[in-house]
């Protein structure tokens, strides 16, 4: 069982437009107004039924669904098993295997079990299925909660996954979220930023959460109580000796020689409607324990990518401006930005959704005076759903008064993914793993 810890079990805004929707800034003053590759060495495992999804993730706030682009297809080379089912207490041979006792398979599945979860750092390299006929690779690094990082191709475009805690993020290159429909200040914001891709890109809690460290060992427990159904047949995994032990739960690779490690795993044909999460389907993977630099390695990046997380982004929450914004009042030494700025959180369909958490709004009002910064007002504003805000910016300046001169406002508003409250939380929650030498 894991606690819920890791370790057991600048960019611009969209620019809001004028309440009157005349454009993009705010003006006022005191004169007259201005113009408004993976790929594996090894073929994957014989491809089985996919298995159904796994249940789905945890309610969160409403989000944009953007529609699916298309996915990395990657060449099912199909292998010959020849496996030999066992009876209750009888032997199964491989061939050119040796026999193996059902009491022998049980008795390695649960070894591997054990031994997984006391590994410090799981990593994964696979593939698994996003639509029906096609795959897609990815790479994983986890810890026994299910704290992990990683990434995953798609049309030849890499996109990088983060788990933390509750938060399933994404972060990607330009040129992948304007394939995915982003557009416009939005995708200036998001590009080369982690954000919030819970409903975006669903499949990444679909494939992380079953590799949990916890919930791979539930699953190898499994396939021990019920072994006298198993088939198995030889393989050899990273130059080692293996046996390839295949449950309707999932198939399992695990060394012959002591102590039994999974070296392999793959989705099974008839996942449990009950007990730990199914794989994804078409999940095949090699599994492999990181100590050492690899272990530090991973400590360092995911402690870089928490810190990350400062500017991370939910971009189904929007921001415009309620009314006229006002100027007062405004003179040749100051003026003053008064602005009421709402937040709305879309839905699927784009349509307004009622949203289940307060929004953590990053406000700022930059003001002008003749197009020539003069201020940038910073705001923090915990708001709640579909909520208004109102803000004022005062800027001083010396102005000549032998002639006119505009002041302008402009404001500009994201949601963060992650507020500091929570990423403090999960920055120690990390830490105390680090520092306590626990199973990471």
């Keep these: 069982m894991t606690d819920g810890t890791p370790w057991g079990g600048d960019g611009h805004g969209t620019r809001q437009g004028a309440g009157d929707g005349s454009g993009p800034e705010h003006g006022g003053g005191f004169g007259p ?65 040796s026999p193996v006792a059902a009491a022998d398979a049980a008795r390695m599945l649960r070894e591997a079990a054990d031994n997984l979860e006391k590994a410090q750092v799981l990593s994964y390299r696979g593939e698994f299925a996003r639509d029906a006929g096609s795959t897609t690779p990815f790479d994983l690094q986890t810890t026994p909660g299910g704290w992990g990082r990683g990434s995953l191709g798609d049309e030849g475009l890499t996109v990088r996954m983060l788990t933390a805690g509750d938060n399933r993020l994404a972060k990607a290159d330009q040129a992948y979220w304007k394939s995915r429909g982003y557009s416009g200040d939005l995708l200036d914001r998001i590009s080369g930023h982690w954000l919030d891709a819970a409903s975006d890109l669903p499949e990444i809690d679909d494939l992380t959460a079953p590799l949990a460290p916890a919930n791979v060992a ?34 399992f690779s695990i060394s012959d020689s002591a102590p039994h490690t999974l070296l392999r ?9 009950t007990g730990p999460l199914p794989l994804a389907a078409g999940t095949d993977t090699s599994v ?27 971009p189904t929450v929007t921001f415009t401006t309620v009314g006229k ?11 003053t930005a008064r602005f009421t700025l709402q937040n709305s959180a879309y839905g699927s369909a784009g349509a307004e959704a009622s949203a289940d ?84």
């Design 325 to 335: 914004a006002r100027f007062s009042p405004c003179g040749s030494t100051s003026c």
């Design 288 to 314: 492999s324990v990181l100590t050492g630099t690899d272990r530090d390695a991973f400590t360092t990046g995911f402690e870089q990518d928490l810190t990350a997380l400062r500017t991370a982004v939910d």
């Design 218 to 251: 539930a699953l190898l427990r499994d396939a021990a109580g019920s072994a006298s159904s198993a088939t198995a047949s030889p393989a050899r995994e990273a130059g080692r000796a293996a046996t390839l032990l295949s449950t309707p739960g999932g198939r």
């Design 265 to 273: 795993l793959a989705s099974g044909s008839s996942p449990a409607a």
């Design 33 to 97: 107004p201005a113009p408004p590759v993976y790929g594996s060495a090894r073929p994957p495992y014989p491809a089985t039924p996919a298995c159904a999804p796994p249940p789905a993730s945890r309610p969160r706030r409403a989000t944009l669904l953007l529609a699916l682009a298309g996915v990395a297809t990657a060449v099912l080379v199909a292998g010959l098993l020849i496996a030999s089912p066992w009876s209750d207490g009888s032997a199964g041979t491989a061939p050119g295997g």
């Design 357 to 440: 958490a307060p929004v953590h709004a990053e406000i700022t009002i930059d003001m002008t005076l003749d197009g020539r910064k003069i201020k940038r007002c910073a705001y923090q504003r915990t708001m709640q759903p579909s909520g208004s805000v109102a803000l004022t910016c005062t800027a001083t300046y010396t102005a000549a008064t032998s002639s006119d001169h505009t002041v302008r406002g402009v404001p500009d508003a994201w949601a963060r993914a992650v507020p500091d409250d929570e990423l403090t939380r999960l920055r120690e929650g990390f830490a105390k793993g680090t520092a306590g030498g626990q199973a990471a």
